[in-house]
């Protein structure tokens, strides 16, 4: 087979939950952000781990995800939906019991005249300026909206991977004056605001990145590995060169591997000068331009044996390894990752 393999360690990503949730009280309810596919894994095998280990809070981007994870979660847990009520969105979330996370006038007012009586939160915005209520536009809704019993009022923190900045309690102060005293629950941590301390904490926390083996969780286990399948192994001249553009030139003799796997599976070309590719523990340097579906590597290191496959992300290159490398964050190398992949669930090798 050529298709290159992601391998997916479900026990890893459920012992990442279970640490951050241990960082929190007992009293704090840990959900789990699988938007965007599972950050890239797979929605329903990572939806359904999770549901295993106790997680019944879940957290998507829009309606349509939300439909395909109550199918496969099934009854039962929350299923929360950041981009609130849109239109067209309420048969979806009706049919599929999602909880938007209502963040405008619009969208509160299409809420109680389209699905009256049906469960919402509210998002706030303490000063990222992405999504929902400003304070003013709160201040002179929420008796109407606490009226209906919202399950929740959520806000977002925009510099939680630096634990330093000033503007994480500058968001702090404004998410309690906006919330302080109401009775609803609260929720304003993802990973990076779980591990800036108890007082960011609150009801609820909705961890992404680190459940998926991403940074800021330093402690993390690594949930993804990426096998790319060796095609054809060749030797060159010093002289001769490989891939489009001519971009690399061998200054000696240099045996080269093409594996099946490119940009079009979320290997981006940015990456080619920095990354390699590991038989093992040795390190066989991407050479030339990456292409859609092919890598050529040098392996003049190995000795006789060639692999079956090289691996991109494994143990050693982690995540946030070739994050650096694309001048990007975990978040988007995991999210990149593509279609394409034979998804695989076990161990990591
Ligand atoms: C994506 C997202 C999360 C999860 O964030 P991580 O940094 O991946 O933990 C939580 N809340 C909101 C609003 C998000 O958009």
Redesign the pocket.
């Known amino acids: 087979m050529s298709t290159a393999t992601l391998t997916i360690d479900l026990d890893a990503l459920t012992t990442n939950w279970r640490m951050l949730d241990s960082v929190s009280a007992d009293r704090v309810d840990t959900g789990a952000?699988i938007?965007a596919n599972g950050?890239g894994l797979g929605m329903a095998p990572v939806a359904q781990a999770l549901a295993q280990a106790g997680v019944r809070r879940f957290?998507v981007?829009t309606a349509e995800e939300g439909a395909e994870a109550r199918a496969a979660l099934g009854d039962g847990p929350e299923i929360n939906v950041?981009s609130g009520h849109m239109e067209g969105d309420a048969e979806l979330l009706g049919q599929h019991a999602l909880t938007p996370?209502i963040n405008s006038a619009d969208q509160l007012l299409r809420q109680l005249e389209l699905l009256p009586g049906h469960p919402f939160g509210i998002?706030v915005d303490s000063g990222m300026n992405r999504?929902g209520m400003e304070p003013a536009e709160w201040d002179s809704l929420r008796e109407i909206a606490l009226s209906q019993n919202p399950t929740l009022i959520?806000s977002?923190l925009a510099c939680?991977?630096e634990p330093g900045h000033p503007m994480n309690y500058r968001q702090l102060q404004t998410f309690r004056g906006m919330t302080d005293g109401l009775p609803v629950k609260r929720s304003l941590a993802?990973?990076?605001?779980?591990l800036l301390g108890p007082e960011y904490h609150f009801d609820v926390t909705?961890?992404?990145?680190?459940?998926?083996g991403?940074m800021?969780f330093e402690e993390a286990r690594p949930v993804v590995q990426v096998d790319l399948p060796v095609i054809q192994v060749r030797r060159v001249e010093a002289g001769e060169s490989a891939g489009y553009g001519n971009t690399w030139t061998a200054s000696q003799p240099a045996t080269i591997a093409t594996v099946s796997a490119g940009y079009a599976d979320g290997i981006h070309r940015v990456l080619a000068p920095k990354t390699k590719l590991y038989a093992g523990e040795v390190a066989c340097p991407i050479v030339g331009r990456i292409s859609m579906d092919l890598i050529t590597a040098d392996i003049s290191d190995l000795e006789e044996y060639v692999p079956e496959t090289l691996s991109l992300l494994n143990s050693v290159q982690t995540v946030d390894i070739l994050a650096d490398n694309a001048d990007t964050i975990g978040?988007e190398i995991l999210t990149s990752l593509g279609a394409r992949y034979a998804r695989r669930f076990g161990p990591l090798a």
């Open positions: 952000a938007k950050y957290f981007a950041f996370m998002q999504l959520m977002h939680a991977d993802a990973t990076g605001g779980i909705r961890p992404g990145v680190g459940l998926y991403g800021p978040y």
